[in-house]
């Protein structure tokens, strides 16, 4: 049977034990599926049900993914007409989504930014930005943040930031530095005549939802064209709305010669990631096109889900609603933070990118617990559990921010009472 039969009397139980036996361990030990004996089912708008029937307000988002909530059936629709058509292409025979797909992306990112390249995830898209800056300015180095967050693959690792996830597979990449986020000084500074580019999350998201101070983009920028060093943009968690404008260089109104982006790229429907480069960047890449390929990058079906995904963004001018309702959420979860001080120490965050910081890891936690129990899903920072992570649908309103905070309350009352 490839169906699971949920009702089954095992099913729970079955399942864990074939994540904790054929998959990643720390799954099927450690996640909160095996703490509440839960396993997620089906998915509609900002909501998610799990295979007992009980309702979770998604504000996690898959860190990002679910930007149009699930099974937006603007996406889904598209998906299914290309599945029922061609959804693997020839990889001899060009598809028509692949250019609208790359055509649509040079119209919505910023400045010069035209070629596109289409991989399946957010590291294959910054794999694929470190390649072409090398390819492009025959120098090897790069300079980074700290706290940054880049993907797990090897070249893509040398930009991450922790250590932990670092260590055991040294040696990296070489020539990857990393200076604190928001200081531009501190980039300047560590320019070499070997520097390729500049490396950055416009916002780190998983370093905790940092914001870097007004202004920061602009003088990263400024130090770049000086010092003819590029600059990289990893979109990947940020992007595509979710801080309120469509980029997050959009707020400093900058623009990188690679930009990234993945996640919500995929309208939550389909994976697919993107590195888009200017004209004079790609050169190298035109000349040369099998340089970098993939087998499954910019398939029908990804470029389907994508198109699709990027006219319900514009359309449904989620990128201002992000901004309108996610300055609602960062209120009320102030005001909550100033009742319960004893908890909170700070919140923060643009638009629908928000992070929590509490005073303890114990806070974290116990509140991460509390408000699954509360039927709330949110994001933890495995690095940092003193803060929780806000990542909503970019289409929930008002009413849907009331009934969290009072979910929250409830949890954060019942921390109390403890
Ligand atoms: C900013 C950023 N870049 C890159 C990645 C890696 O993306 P993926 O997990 O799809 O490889 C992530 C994932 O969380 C991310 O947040």
Redesign the pocket.
């Known amino acids: 049977m490839i169906t699971p039969d949920i009702a089954s009397e095992n099913f729970i139980a079955d399942s864990l034990n074939n994540w904790t036996n054929y998959l990643n361990r720390v799954y099927g030990t450690r996640t909160i599926s095996a703490k509440y004996q839960a396993m997620e089912w089906s998915g509609e708008g900002y909501r998610i049900k799990d295979t007992k029937g009980k309702t979770y307000i998604d504000f996690l988002g898959g860190?990002g993914i679910f930007s149009l909530g699930h099974r937006h059936p603007a996406v889904v629709a598209a998906v299914k007409e290309q599945l029922d058509r061609l959804p693997l292409g020839s990889k001899e025979l060009l598809h028509p989504q692949g250019g609208l797909l790359a055509k649509k992306m040079a119209e919505i990112t910023p400045g010069d930014l035209k070629y596109s390249f289409f991989g399946n995830?957010?590291?294959e898209a910054?794999e694929g930005a470190i390649k072409l800056a090398r390819l492009y300015t025959k120098k090897p180095e790069f300079i980074c943040a700290e706290n940054g967050?880049?993907?797990k693959t090897l070249g893509a690792l040398s930009a991450t930031y922790r250590q932990k996830f670092r260590t055991p597979f040294e040696p990296l990449v070489s020539g990857f530095k990393h200076v604190p986020f928001g200081e531009a000084a501190a980039i300047e500074a560590a320019i070499t005549d070997q520097t390729a580019a500049v490396l950055l999350?416009p916002f780190q998201?998983?370093g905790g939802i940092n914001i870097p101070p007004a202004g920061y983009l602009k003088k990263v920028r400024d130090i770049c064209d000086r010092r003819g060093v590029l600059l990289i943009l990893?979109e990947?968690?940020c992007g595509l709305g979710r801080t309120g404008k469509m980029w997050g260089c959009d707020h400093d109104g900058v623009a990188p010669d690679i930009l990234c982006s993945?996640?919500a790229l995929g309208g939550g429907v389909m994976p697919i990631?993107a590195f888009v480069g200017t004209e004079k960047v790609w050169a190298p890449l035109n000349d040369w096109p099998t340089i970098h390929t993939s087998t499954f990058g910019g398939n029908p079906l990804a470029c389907a889900a994508a198109l699709a995904a990027l006219n319900v963004l514009e359309k449904e001018n989620l990128p201002a609603r992000a901004a309108q309702v996610g300055d609602y959420l960062i209120k009320r979860l102030r005001a909550l933070a100033g009742i319960y001080p004893q908890y909170f120490k700070e919140v923060r965050g643009l638009g629908l990118f928000i992070g929590m910081e509490f005073h303890t890891d114990d806070i974290g936690n116990a509140l991460y617990d509390l408000f699954f129990e509360k039927g709330v899903l949110v994001a933890s920072i495995l690095a940092n559990p003193k803060i929780i992570r806000l990542e909503p649908p970019l289409i929930i309103d008002e009413k849907i921010v009331d009934d969290v905070i009072t979910r929250f309350e409830d949890a954060l009352q019942e921390l109390g009472r403890r």
């Open positions: 860190y995830s957010g590291t910054v967050y880049h993907g999350e998201g998983e990893d990947i968690q993945a996640k990631g």
